[in-house]
T-cell receptor, first 111, second 114 residues
């Protein structure tokens, strides 16, 4: 079945770049997403990338997709304390028509 | 303000006592869904609804019911809650079920079943 895997925790210093990685198994994925969850809040869509793209940039965020290796990453440049949150990778499976989420990566930003 | 609201935000209950978690959106969205979030498992879809009076099972529907009598509301019903339903629940809505349609999430309901 479909599976999305992320590392559970990442700690960086303020001002550094953060890279959060994700792997998925479903080759029928058409859209891949990054969501952010701040403490006590719901998920907020940060960005998404079509499976026929390999990179998307949006201000401090860069998404890289390696479709051959089924690897997705989110790079946050100049990480700020306000970026501390849980980041979820998700894929839309065209096989099942469902959104499959990873376990979430907790990003801790130290001042 | 465009939003998805859930009530209650926190609930502690006992095994077997029926409960309902309400979800309402003011964006005229057709698609609504319920997820549960458990540590180490991410979000898993419980039920979804493509439109009024149309509901379907997600990945973990056992022990839950939903209804969609009106476009704006999508309540989640636990007829006989059990401790394994202790979780953080999120309602979400979007204009459609298309993968390009952004899902908007509610703030979550933390449920504890003793």
């Amino acid at each position: 079945g479909e599976d999305v895997e992320q590392s559970l925790f990442l700690s960086v210093r303020e001002g550094d770049s953060s890279v959060i990685n994700c792997t998925y198994t479903d080759s029928s994925s058409t859209y891949l997403y990054w969501y952010k969850q701040e403490p006590g809040a719901g998920l907020q869509l940060l960005t998404y990338i079509f499976s026929n793209m390999d990179m998307k940039q949006d201000q401090r965020l860069t998404v890289l997709l390696n479709k051959k290796d089924k690897h997705l990453s989110l790079r946050i440049a100049d990480t700020q304390t306000g970026d501390s949150a849980i980041y979820f990778c998700a894929e839309f499976s065209s096989n099942t028509g469902k959104l499959i989420f990873g376990q979430g990566t907790t990003l801790q930003v130290k001042p | 303000e465009a939003q998805v609201t859930q009530n209650p935000r926190y609930l502690i209950t006992v095994t077997g006592k029926k409960l309902t978690v309400t979800c309402s959106q003011n964006m005229n969205h057709e698609y609504m869904s319920w997820y549960r979030q458990d540590p180490g498992l991410g979000l898993r879809q419980i039920y979804y609804s493509m439109n009024v009076e149309v509901t379907d099972k997600g990945d973990v529907p056992e022990g839950y019911k939903v209804s969609r009598k009106e476009k704006r509301n999508f309540p989640l019903i636990l007829e006989s809650p059990s401790p394994n339903q202790t979780s953080l629940y999120f309602c979400a809505s979007s204009t459609s079920g298309s993968p390009s349609a952004t899902q908007y999430f509610g703030p979550g309901t933390r449920l504890t079943v003793l």
